[in-house]
């Protein structure tokens, strides 16, 4: 399984932007996606994830209200929505895939997870 994100770039305090994270050499049944940051000097941590069966989404408190996650069966695909960005939110951003019910509020870990993506820059700054 290969994982591939996109979307990524610079934009000002209070925009948006859409992440994808598709999949090649399998697909999301049975998955948990898993979306993390990493800033600089700052350790790696889950943002939001979902789940295919049971089907589940969660967001890490931080980012509740401002990040979602979606799942595109039909394209292979699931989706990051960033809205109203702050400089904070300033990282790198990979998406993660194991085949197991993992997603919850209370986050899976990096080592909860098995396939990684090389990870999309995100800048926010005025």
């Known amino acids: 399984l290969q994982l591939e994100e996109s979307g990524g770039g610079w934009v000002q305090p209070g925009g948006s932007l859409r992440l994808s994270c598709k999949l090649s050499?399998?697909?999301?049944?049975?998955?948990?996606i898993v979306w993390f940051r990493q800033a600089p000097g700052k350790a790696r941590e889950a943002v939001a994830c979902?789940?295919?069966?049971?089907?589940?989404?969660a967001e890490a408190d931080f980012v509740r209200g401002r990040f979602t996650t979606t799942m595109a069966e039909a394209e292979n695909k699931v989706y990051l929505q960033l809205n109203a960005l702050q400089p904070e939110d300033t990282a790198v951003y990979y998406c993660?895939?194991?085949?197991?019910?993992?997603?919850?509020?209370?986050?899976?870990?990096?080592?909860?997870?098995?396939?990684w993506g090389e990870g999309t820059l995100v800048t926010v700054s005025s």
């Open positions: 050499g399998g697909t999301l049944e049975y998955s948990t």
């Open positions: 993660a895939a194991v085949y197991f019910p993992i997603c919850s509020t209370a986050m899976p870990l990096p080592t909860d997870m098995k396939y």
């Open positions: 979902v789940s295919d069966f049971p089907r589940n989404t």
